[in-house]
């Protein structure tokens, strides 16, 4: 134990954020990608069309660095091609009008995209999108969060964060039905760090997801994985070092195997109090996992957690799933009826849910409809409605005050952003 949790201690002392101390991206930002700057000090982008492609599109938006992305509209905005993401980033969905923004059709590139902060989007694939590409992948940079983010019908992997990446979060959010016949969550697997905190991972055959490296998994409800299995502990010669700590594991009617497989003696992994509820009776019953490697898939059982920066406060499985079920995805300003559908398939407790390969039939029938809204008042167009800008001191009448930093840390148009959801 003397020399893995020497190399777990330096692993983590050369990608955790340098700072405790340092700006969080937003308010309840937790875990490795906390401190994501995002455009704090680029400017502000508005959305004003749910066009592919062109000047005051999301592809637009998010080409260029040193951006705070705000949306003037609300809908589905069809996408034909991939969208690349570019540095210092961060896409503020809840900033949309109506019932906010999906992206449909195909996926997105974070990969080398720096300091991102993505907060309520829907990101739903399909099989319009191209073969054998993710949902949302990230294959190199560091310092990006993901929070109430609805991920779904990746034609590979859904949401996978592999190779070269330090420092990421995801949290809050919600990794849904990878299409068949792969039908894979997503792939987490790099050496410099994820954290992955209340998430919903849900309909998705295997991969729930499969873990290589440094990782902090707290908090998460998997339901309904496949034949592949649940959480795949790395299956590797590869050293991995993982907190699994109060989880829940859901069994549904795709299930076959049990909730860990594929460990061996290179995943390191320290586990404590996860939930198991295995018989598919409709109730709530799980009790917790035995702690021994035959529980977990035959990883390496270690008696100490890694010193990773966990979620602010830990809860217990069964109040995870429950904080997971009310708010997990695009929960504001509602969820949509995908997402809707989800969690009622999760509270059926093992009698619904399946496995899909075309998201456009039955039972899903497609992203449904998203509504467009109004955008509040907003004389000076720097993102920011009159009305908050007279309550809080700023000049509806001057564009600048917008990326003008606060005595808290933020932007002005941060603060109103934080303002719109809450901080935990």
Known sequence: MGLL??????????????????????????????????????????????????????????????????????????????????????????????????????????????????????????????????????????????????????RDETFSVSGDVHNVTIQDSIVAQGLETHSCGGLIQTEYGVSLFRNL???????????????????????????????????????????????????GPSTTKTAFTRGNENFHGYVSDNYYDSDKDGQLNGTPLCVKASCYGGMDIVSEPFAYPGPERLMTAPEALEHVLRSAGTSFPSRDSVDAYLVDEVRSYGTKGQL?????????????????????????????????ERANGLNPNDASDAMKISSSGYANIEVYLNSLVPSS
């Open 201 to 251: 991972y849900i309909d998705n055959k295997t991969r729930n997801p499969k873990v290589k490296g440094m990782n902090d998994f707290q908090n998460n409800v998997i339901y309904n994985w496949g034949g592949g299995g649940g959480y795949i502990a790395g299956d590797s010669s590869g050293q991995s070092y993982a907190n699994i700590i109060n989880n829940y594991f859901v069994s």
């Open 356 to 388: 899909i390969s075309d998201e456009t039939k039955a039972p899903m029938n497609g992203p449904g409809y998203i509504a467009g809204g109004t955008k509040p008042a907003d004389a000076d167009g720097d993102g920011i409605p009159d009305e908050w």
């Open 5 to 154: 949790r020497f190399l777990a201690s330096a692993a983590l002392a050369a990608c955790i954020p340098k700072s405790v101390d340092a700006l969080l991206a937003f308010p309840g930002a937790e875990g490795l990608g906390r401190e994501a700057v995002g455009g704090r000090t680029g400017s502000v982008y508005h959305v004003t069309n749910l066009d592919d492609s062109g000047a005051g599109s999301f592809r637009d938006a998010v080409s260029q660095s040193n951006r705070i992305v705000v949306f003037d509209v609300g809908g589905t905005i069809n996408i034909t091609s991939r969208v690349v993401v570019s540095k210092n980033v961060y896409i503020a969905g809840q900033s949309a009008p109506g019932d906010g923004i999906t992206v449909y059709g195909n996926g997105l590139s974070w990969s080398n995209a720096d300091n991102a902060i993505v907060r309520y989007m829907r990101f739903r694939m399909g099989r319009g999108g191209d073969s054998g590409k993710d949902g949302i992948t990230i294959a190199e940079g560091e310092n990006m969060i993901f929070d109430h983010v609805s991920v779904s019908w990746g």
